[in-house]
């Protein structure tokens, strides 16, 4: 399926899916959503990207490697996690507080970075394998 329209409208198919996924991600613990299905629709558009464009050149764009995105996320997960200790409260109890930005005040919260560190570990992991069933694919042609 390497066609000139696909390639041309896969970054735009690309950039919408990425857009997407970080708002399904941000909404996920008031609605539904989260860092799993956002991770899910991040890594979709990692594989459109690779169809359309090459391996070699996703892993370039990408800039880091999948798997060391996928620990980075299950660091931060953790550290979400562990946060709760300090306080003296049980494992994974949420802590929120409260940054200025400008005139407004923005939430944040442990449930939020333990959403990103899924998010992180979803996209990494599901990019990775991805990218190395193209190659292989690609390979093969």
């Given at each position: 399926?390497?066609?000139?329209?696909?390639?041309?409208?896969?970054?735009?198919?690309?950039?919408?899916?990425?857009?997407?996924?970080?708002?399904?991600?941000?909404?996920?613990?008031?609605?539904?959503?989260?860092?799993?299905?956002?991770?899910?629709?991040?890594?979709?558009?990692?594989?459109?990207?690779?169809?359309?464009?090459?391996?070699?050149?996703?892993?370039?764009?990408?800039?880091?490697d999948p798997m060391a995105v996928a620990g980075f996320g299950?660091?931060?997960?953790?550290?979400?996690?562990?946060?709760?200790?300090?306080?003296?409260?049980?494992?994974?109890?949420s802590i929120w507080f409260y940054v200025e930005f400008g005139?407004?005040?923005?939430?944040?919260?442990?449930?939020?970075?333990?959403?990103?560190?899924?998010?992180?570990?979803v996209f990494g992991t599901l990019s990775a394998i991805a990218?190395?069933?193209?190659?292989?694919?690609?390979?093969?042609?």
């Open positions: 399926m390497n066609t000139v329209i696909f390639r041309t409208l896969a970054p735009l198919i690309v950039a919408i899916m990425l857009v997407f996924s970080v708002y399904v991600t941000l909404r996920g613990h008031n609605e539904p959503g989260g860092g799993f299905i956002g991770g899910l629709i991040a890594a979709a558009s990692i594989a459109v990207f690779g169809m359309a464009a090459g391996v070699n050149t996703v892993r370039r764009s990408l800039r880091f299950v660091v931060l997960a953790g550290i979400s996690g562990l946060a709760s200790l300090f306080t003296g409260s049980p494992f994974m109890t005139n407004s005040i923005i939430p944040l919260s442990t449930p939020l970075f333990f959403d990103l560190g899924v998010y992180c570990v990218l190395s069933l193209e190659s292989d694919r690609e390979e093969d042609l």
